[in-house]
């Protein structure tokens, strides 16, 4: 929730408020489509996620590791409801910072014809860059950012990328620290 709060005062420094696309005229009609795209959004990134645990690639071994030791034991105390409200703060904290604020502040100060895709492709690079627990999932992650940032293109609402970012988490930490353990 503080990088939520951080992109909101560094909007307002900066004079670009990352929810723009969710309180222009009309948006608020648009959210329950909106909605539904972020939904169905999460579930590609599901599927990526178990065809990655099931890959046995060397430069993922890495990864698979430091999730094993470190990401499965820092949640594994914390209650399905704990899971859920962990999952939607990431996503909408991420989402205004990375997508509301970077990609859209971004692609709106550089105008152009292609500022739209540097905005794009440098919000996701970032993106990636803060998740690198490996090179692995650095380089992952940077993809989830450009997806998250394409969704995002696509529906000019920033709620679709908060969506399908949260319930990619919430059902990501069930897997690994839950429904993976049984």
């Keep these: 929730m503080a990088l939520g709060v951080a992109a909101l005062f560094l909007g307002w420094l900066v004079g670009h ?46 990864l698979h590791e430091v999730v094993e030791r470190h990401i499965v034991p820092m949640f594994a105390p914390l209650t399905v409801i704990e899971l859920a409200l962990l999952s939607a703060a990431a996503g909408l904290g991420e989402e205004l910072l990375f997508r509301g604020l970077l990609q859209d502040g971004l692609a709106a100060w550089l105008g152009g014809r292609y500022g739209v895709w540097v905005a794009l492709a440098a919000a996701s690079f970032v993106f990636g860059v803060c998740h690198a627990l490996t090179s692995a999932y650095a380089v992952v992650a940077t993809a989830i950012g450009a997806y998250l940032g394409l969704l995002f293109l696509h529906t000019d609402h920033l709620l679709a990328p908060i969506i399908a970012h949260a319930v990619y988490d919430f059902v990501a930490l069930l897997y690994l620290v839950r429904w993976k353990r049984n």
Excluded: N
Excluded at 34 to 39: D, N
């Design 17 to 62: 408020s990352p929810i723009r696309t969710m309180t222009t005229a009309g948006s608020w009609d648009a959210w329950p489509t909106v909605a539904g795209w972020g939904l169905a959004a999460a579930c590609p990134m599901l599927v990526a996620l178990l065809v990655i645990e099931r890959l046995r690639w060397a430069p993922l071994a890495e």
